[in-house]
């Protein structure tokens, strides 16, 4: 049996199953993967990193107009069949939660509904101010120009509801940690997750001793190689329509 094949037995005996994706899930999408992507909203990390911790502050104008010129990128795009087969398959797996590293809201768009957004999502907005207390609200439009959105509440300046560089965001896994505690995991899939990041290994931990596979038409990454089951070296929107 072939590793497409073994994840498909698997899937229709699973209970429980946790998927995490990646940047490469979106690849179908139009959407550039985190590395040497011109225009991604990650095209420059260190760019990036440098103007949320200094720029926002000190020059919304400017950070605002460079953020909205790439997220126009995101709300341009729509979610491919890799997308649509994960929302198919938790309609059919009896407990099944998604997360992903991915803020483009695509998961999102193509139906799903357990869904937990580990890296936020980049069409939410929240006040900048931590204190305020207003609740995340969705961004309409993408004018670069109209200067940076106010917190409907304080009037203040608003943020991406996102986890940039040097954020932690921990709490954003409580759902996950929830989901394996109140029960054993049966199957965790990865598909498209980039090893530049601790996700993949983090959820492993938490779903321990779960059947593991990885769907992903690259390499593993050596810290992960060793702790799958299997591996279905196919690009998602490939892979997981052949599953559903
Ligand atoms: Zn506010």
Do not use: K
Not at 61 to 75: E, I, K, M, N, Y
Not at 223 to 232: E, I, N, P, Q
Request: proline share 9%; with cysteine.
């Amino acid at each position: 049996m072939d590793a497409l094949e073994e994840l498909r037995a698997r899937l229709a005996e699973a209970r429980r199953v946790v998927v995490l994706t990646g940047a490469g899930v979106s690849v179908a999408s139009g959407l550039p993967t985190y590395r040497g992507a011109a225009g991604s909203l990650y095209d420059d990390p260190a760019h990036l990193r440098d103007s949320f911790g200094s720029t926002l502050r000190r020059d919304p104008p400017g950070f605002w107009g460079r953020f909205v010129t790439r997220r126009a990128l995101l709300r341009a795009a729509s979610p491919n069949p890799g997308h649509s087969a994960l929302a198919a398959l938790e309609r059919r797996v009896p407990d099944l939660l998604l997360a992903t590293q991915n803020v483009d809201d695509l998961h999102r768009r193509a139906g799903s509904q357990r869904l937990v957004e580990l890296h936020g999502n980049a069409l939410v907005e929240r006040c900048l101010d931590d204190a305020c207390g207003a609740a995340p609200w969705r961004s309409e439009s993408d004018d670069a120009g109209a200067g940076p959105p106010r917190c409907p509440r304080c009037g203040g300046v608003a943020r991406p509801d996102v986890v940039f560089f040097g954020e932690g965001a921990d709490e954003r896994w409580d759902p996950v940690r929830a989901f394996a505690a109140a029960g054993p995991v049966d199957l965790v899939l990865l598909v498209g997750t980039i090893g530049v990041v601790e996700s993949p290994a983090q959820l492993l931990d938490l779903a321990r001793p779960a059947w593991t596979c990885e769907v992903n038409p690259g390499p593993a990454a050596p810290d992960l190689a060793a702790r799958l089951d299997a591996r279905v070296a196919l690009p998602a929107e490939e892979a997981l329509p052949a599953l559903v």
